[in-house]
């Protein structure tokens, strides 16, 4: 069984080692594809590609670990996110993120069990003049939308 499924990430990474082969200084865009293909660098993938790239696996993990956009647990269909910035803070972003901590079940950098939702904070997301703002996959909702939201969230959940 476990060489099937080696088999089956050599599959998935040989093409995309493939498109990257003999070029420098494209690791990152290489580990971006790699994500893109399996949602999430785990150890396994990581291994792999350090084995195929003749890089020591730290290596890999410190150019991954440097950059905010990698993940290496599975994330959720909807990303979830609650601007914890100065502006959204002030305007009630702590009571939306403990809202949305409760409806989902999880806390905030957390995903749920069925993998349907990630719930992060970010920063800022530069639209202070809506605050507080929450995006879901990167559509911006102003406090009007955010009503919306729990209805949103039971929806996606049902079967």
């Known amino acids: 069984m476990a060489d099937e499924n080696q088999g089956e990430l050599t599959a998935r990474l040989t093409p ?3 498109r990257y082969e003999g070029r420098r200084g494209v690791l990152v865009s290489l580990l971006q594809d790699v994500q893109a293909e399996f949602g999430f660098l785990e150890e396994k993938v990581m291994s792999t590609v350090a084995e195929a790239l003749k890089l020591p696996l730290s290596h890999l993990y410190g150019v991954t ?3 905010s956009q ?4 599975p994330r959720g269909k909807h990303i ?3 601007c914890t910035g100065t ?3 002030i305007r009630g972003a702590p009571a939306i993120q403990a809202r949305l901590e409760d409806e989902l079940g999880i806390c905030a950098g957390e995903t749920t069990e069925d993998l349907v939702f990630t719930l992060e904070t970010v920063n800022c997301v530069g639209c202070c ?3 507080p703002v929450v ?3 990167d559509r911006v909702l102003n406090r009007r939308e ?3 939201l729990s209805g949103w969230i039971r929806e996606q959940r049902a079967p």
């Open 87 to 89: 502006a959204c803070h």
């Open 146 to 148: 955010q009503r919306k």
């Open 65 to 67: 670990s440097f950059y």
């Open 80 to 82: 979830v996110r609650v």
């Open 129 to 131: 003049a809506l605050a």
């Open 135 to 137: 995006t879901v996959n």
């Open 16 to 18: 995309i080692l493939d």
């Open 70 to 73: 990698f993940y290496f647990k």
